[in-house]
């Protein structure tokens, strides 16, 4: 038995801080937030996003690793053995959910940073243009 970090209920010892009607309270108070805040709500998963992104890279590598493009943007992480796509599907997460997947099972190792030019180049041609010339 655990105690809700929250209303201090007892709850079941889990991963949680909090206890299920706490979470679920939570959960729709952001929901409600979000409809309220349209603008800010965007901004905040916008910064959100930045962060985890910047802390992946930190992990990953900081720039494209085929034409070393650096601008923060345009880089994404990309899957070495390729086939970036499928196991993404396995992993059945993408965007935002592959970088908390990414983080959450600590940046494991097999991936690297690639500009969005390059990773769309090796995906629909196989070889990016940079390395065939
Ligand atoms: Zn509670
Ligand atoms: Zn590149
Ligand atoms: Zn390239």
């Known amino acids: 038995m655990g105690f809700c970090s929250r209303c201090h209920q007892k709850k079941p010892k889990d991963r949680w ?3 299920e009607a706490c979470r679920k309270r939570q959960r729709l108070a952001a929901q409600q937030w979000r409809l309220v805040h349209p603008e800010e709500s965007k901004v905040y998963q916008r910064e959100w996003y930045r962060a985890v ?6 992990h990953c590598g900081k720039g494209c690793a085929c034409c070393g493009e650096q601008t923060f943007e345009f880089l994404t992480i990309d899957h070495i053995d ?3 796509r499928d196991h993404r599907d396995e992993v059945g997460k993408r965007g935002t959910e592959f970088l908390r997947w990414l983080r959450k099972n600590g940046y494991p190792k097999g991936y690297q ?7 769309m180049a090796r995906g629909y041609w196989k070889v990016c243009p940079h390395q065939s010339r």
């Open 17 to 19: 801080k909090w206890c």
């Open 53 to 58: 992104r910047a802390e992946v890279l930190a």
């Open 82 to 84: 390729g086939g970036g």
């Open 113 to 119: 940073v690639l500009c969005y030019n390059c990773n």
